[in-house]
T-cell receptor, first 113, second 112 residues
Framework: GAGVSQSPSNKVTEKGKDVELRCDPI?????LYWYRQSLGQGLEFLIY????????KSGLPSDRFSAERTGGSVSTLTIQRTQQEDSAVYLC???????????FGQGTRLTVV | KNQVEQSPQSLIILEGKNCTLQ??????????LRWYKQDTGRGPVSLTI???SENTKSNGRYTATLDADTKQSSLHITASQLSDSASYIC???????????WGAGTKLIIKP
């Protein structure tokens, strides 16, 4: 596609439920990043995929968070047993390779009630 | 600790006026510094990226400066337009390039 696509754009879920957020990167981009942005805060790095290498998961805040990238393209961020503090905008970005410009999707606004 | 601090937190100016946004960082080892523009409800969009050896870089009405000695950067916007209303975010990367350290941003409002 023309840009990074994320779905859903908005998600409201009940505390304790699991959610899946999807990211379609730009075709041909080998690097994919997930960030979280809480209201009025800077972006918080979550996880990074580069090609077929093992992902860098050092930013995931707890073991309730996981992500995978199938076939080197689409990525899914899963949050299990959601908590109210998980409410934020989750942004996905992709780049041709590490160090090159990252293009962001519009994000998924997650609200845990 | 790697940190990026931006000032002011918010700024309101009249259309047509100029403004300068500031960024101070304590990131080491430094790789590059980027300025992003984030419209409400949208993902960030890159404006400029500067490496250690670059002092200034322009993108239309946006001019970014970098002083690697004092670890300061600024983003100057000339002849502001209503469409410049957005958050402007300073991002610094260390040599592990994918881990970008993000500032909290400056919220800029342009009034007619």
């Amino acid at each position: 596609g023309a840009g990074v696509s994320q779905s859903p754009s908005n998600k409201v879920t009940e505390k304790g439920k699991d959610v899946e957020l999807r990211c379609d990167p730009i075709s041909g981009h080998t690097a994919l990043y997930w960030y979280r942005q809480s209201l009025g805060q800077g972006l918080e790095f979550l996880i990074y995929f580069q090609g077929n290498s093992a992902p860098d998961k050092s930013g995931l805040p707890s073991d309730r968070f996981s992500a995978e990238r199938t076939g080197g393209s689409v990525s899914t961020l899963t949050i299990q047993r959601t908590q109210q503090e998980d409410s934020a905008v989750y942004l996905c970005a992709s780049s041709f390779k590490v160090g090159t410009e990252a293009f962001f999707g519009q994000g998924t606004r997650l609200t845990v009630v | 600790k790697n940190q990026v601090e931006q000032s002011p937190q918010s700024l309101i100016i009249l259309e047509g006026k100029n403004c300068t946004l500031q960024c101070n960082y304590t990131v080491s080892p430094f790789s590059n510094l980027r300025w992003y523009k984030q419209d409400t409800g949208r993902g960030p969009v890159s404006l400029t990226i500067m490496t250690f050896s670059e002092n200034t870089k322009s993108n239309g009405r946006y001019t970014a400066t970098l002083d690697a000695d004092t670890k300061q950067s600024s983003l100057h916007i000339t002849a502001s337009q209503l469409s410049d209303s957005a958050s402007y975010i300073c991002v610094v990367s260390a040599n592990s390039n994918y881990q970008l350290i993000w500032g909290a941003g400056t919220k800029l409002i342009i009034k007619p």
